[in-house]
């Protein structure tokens, strides 16, 4: 999982430059961290998502495949059924 570097030390120190009381900069401090380590786990990182986005790519492809092929199938099926109507109808016109 991804590991956040948070310095409750710098933190406590910040706060108490800008004038919160020391004991309450400390507490805040820890609460931060215990804030983002509680949360640690939802955060997303890239190489996860990388990895959810190259799942989704590779199940587009297979249904893409599928698709694909009905299409082809389909547009066969089509070709036989208009030659199948036009070739009898065009030899009734010409008279054969």
Do not use: C
Request: aromatic share 10%; charged share 20%.
């Amino acid at each position: 999982m991804a590991a956040i570097a948070f310095d409750t030390l710098k933190f406590a120190r910040r706060l108490i430059e800008a004038g919160v009381p020391e004991h309450q900069a400390e507490v805040q401090a820890e609460l931060m961290a215990e804030a983002f380590l509680f949360n640690v786990d939802s955060v997303v990182t890239k190489d996860y998502l990388d990895a959810r986005l190259a799942e989704q790519d590779a199940r587009f492809d297979a249904k893409f495949a599928v698709l694909e092929s009905k299409i082809n199938l389909h547009s066969w099926i089509l070709a036989v059924i208009a030659a199948s109507t036009v070739i009898p109808a065009l030899s009734g016109l010409m008279g054969y």
